[in-house]
């Protein structure tokens, strides 16, 4: 069955500091595959997606993901996080369904701490 | 208003109840869904309309009861709740197509009690 695993569910880092957030799925063909943040009181925001072409997409807020196939992973970074970046963040895959329509597979999230 | 609204923001209800969520999109979309976001759980797509109509239905209770009158407005009906489904319930829309971009409501948080 098709799955996205985020192994972390907290992430704490300093302010300045790097960051990566991991996103691993599991589906037979090439997914589409997304990131999306969550703010405290507020729906999902779209950071970036990928569907074909150069595997490292560049995103909104400074984030960046990777997507390496030999490991099913699409991981997220930011070189420098700011406070503001914490928040909630998730990991999503779109699948084509057998009726024609598509359906969309998201991770558990994981919360990220920003230290002053 | 713009972008995606969800009202009520807050709701409490008793297992006999019966209430309705409402979303509406200014953004001209097509497409509208229903999420479930439950604490420690993936986000569940409950529903997809198409211009309207009903494409997706991921196996939910027929307590909730989805309405879509219109491509900019979404309505999740609900009667003989349980607890279990307490969560945050998220409206999205988007232009029909795998690849567009979804814009989130800020979900209704629903308290079964």
């Known amino acids: 069955a098709q799955s996205v695993t985020q192994p972390d569910i907290h992430i704490t880092v300093s302010e300045g500091a790097s960051l990566e957030l991991r996103c691993n799925y599991s589906?037979?063909?090439?997914?589409?595959l997304f990131w999306y943040v969550q703010s405290p009181g507020q729906g999902l925001q779209l950071l970036l997606k990928y569907f074909s072409g150069d595997t490292l997409v560049q995103g909104i807020k400074g984030f960046e993901a990777e997507f390496k196939r030999s490991q099913s992973s699409f991981n997220l970074r930011k070189p420098s996080v700011h406070w503001s970046d914490a928040a909630e963040y998730f990991c999503a895959v779109g699948l084509s369904t057998t009726s024609g329509t598509y359906k969309y597979i998201f991770g558990t999230g994981t919360r990220l701490k920003v230290l002053a | 208003e713009t972008g995606v609204t969800q009202t009520p923001r807050h709701l409490v209800m008793g297992m006999t109840n019966k209430k309705s969520l409402k979303c509406e999109q200014h953004l001209g979309h097509n497409a509208m869904y229903w999420y479930k976001q439950s604490a420690k759980k993936p986000l569940e797509l409950m529903f997809v309309y198409n211009f309207k109509e009903q494409t997706e239905n991921n196996s939910v209770p027929s307590r909730f009861s989805p309405e879509c009158p219109n491509s900019s407005h979404l309505f999740l009906h609900l009667h003989t709740l349980q607890p279990e489904d307490s969560a945050l319930y998220l409206c999205?829309?988007?232009?029909?197509?795998?690849?567009?971009?979804?814009?989130f409501g800020p979900g209704t948080r629903l308290t079964v009690l």
């Open positions: 999205a829309s988007s232009q029909w197509g795998i690849r567009d971009t979804q814009y």
């Open positions: 589906y037979g063909a090439t997914p589409y």
